[in-house]
């Protein structure tokens, strides 16, 4: 194989990572969160225990990948004595499914290489990995050098496949994968090898990213290829990215009107998810975007999925004539 053709082949490697470009972002779009657990874009999240306090969103700034976004995460409230149950983390989870053919837990695990864009202070910071049962795991470190510091750099670490645990094929957590920017010594592990660690995400040379008011983090660019280099970030396309993303969070609509009755004399109707999803979703009602007549506007009162691709939805009562609207989010996240 010719060096020119094995570049090109390079190029259509499978990126396991979802919505690695950050331009997926259904539930925040470009609003500012503050709280652990949010998602500044579809399928990464961002966690935070400690004493300070911070910013995440989904910011415009081109990357050297040609992505329009990127995650930023911004200090400001500093804690600069890092705990024994301090943490902050970007995290991401991909689907057994998604990472099967990795081999993890088997004799033939295969090598892989996680490669990233990131902005931030100079220092030592680590990437943690674990199998859904959060007793496997492995730290890698990477630096920032002074000379990178606040700048795009891209950065790469390859990781042995681990050959032993259990690690789901399923529609399960396949491989959690979690960027540390504080890490007390409860989430601290030895680097450089697979261990029994769970909580381990970061080894002890950690940088405190949250001992200074105004640093920033950013993310961006994030690919996960099979084998010992990775290819060139390619932007995804945003319709298929956008689609994909669907199969863990999306938002619907549901309407009803005078004449749709179901059981029991209440409104109703029979909904169709746009993409079906990774599992029977959990439902939330965001707005109540129409009411009129004798609807409910604090509807729903129920909310029923019976498979991954179909609600069925009724309002509390039957009365009166007029037109209802909900906004609601369907979660099957990981």
């Known amino acids: 194989m010719t060096r020119a053709l094995e570049r090109g082949l390079k190029q259509f490697q499978k990126n396991y990572i979802l919505n690695g470009g950050m331009q997926v972002s ?17 399928q990464f999240l961002v966690s935070n225990a400690d004493a300070g306090a911070i ?14 976004n990127r995650i930023r995460v911004a200090v400001t409230t500093a804690d600069t004595s890092v705990g024994a149950t301090d943490l902050l983390v970007i995290e991401t989870r991909l689907e057994g499914s998604r990472t099967v053919d990795l081999r993890l837990g088997q004799s033939n695990a295969k090598k892989f290489t996680l490669q990233f864009g990131v902005k931030a202070p100079a220092g030592t910071y680590c990437v943690g990995l674990r199998n859904a049962a959060a007793n496997r795991n492995f730290v890698a470190e990477y630096v920032i050098a002074a000379g990178e510091a606040n700048t795009d750099v891209i950065k790469s670490i390859v990781f042995d496949g681990d050959m032993s645990g259990v690690w789901l094929a399923d529609s399960n957590i396949g491989l959690m994968i979690d960027w540390s920017l504080m890490a007390g010594s ?6 450089n090898a697979w261990g029994s660690n769970g909580t381990g995400l970061a080894s002890s040379s950690q940088f405190n990213f949250m001992g200074t008011v105004g640093n920033v983090f950013e993310l961006f660019d994030v690919g996960l290829y099979e084998g010992t280099t990775a290819p060139a970030f390619q ?62 506007a604090t509807a729903p009162a129920q909310a029923i999925t019976t498979n991954y691709s179909t609600l069925a939805y009724k309002s509390a009562t039957a009365s009166g004539n007029g037109i209802w609207a909900d906004d609601l989010s369907l979660n099957a996240r990981l």
């Open 26 to 42: 259904q539930e925040n779009g470009s609003a500012v969160g503050t709280t652990s657990g949010g998602y500044p874009v579809d």
């Open 55 to 68: 910013t995440w969103a989904q910011v415009a700034s081109l990357t050297p990948g040609g992505s329009p």
């Open 186 to 191: 409860n989430f601290q592990a030895t680097p």
């Open 235 to 296: 932007l995804p396309d945003f319709a298929s990215e956008i689609g994909i993303c669907k199969r863990y969070w999306q938002k619907i609509t549901v309407g009803l009107q005078n004449g749709s009755v179901v059981s029991g004399g209440a409104y109703g109707g029979l909904f169709n998810f746009p993409v079906a999803m990774r599992a029977v979703p959990t439902i939330a009602l965001i707005a109540n975007s129409i009411a009129g007549g004798g609807f409910p």
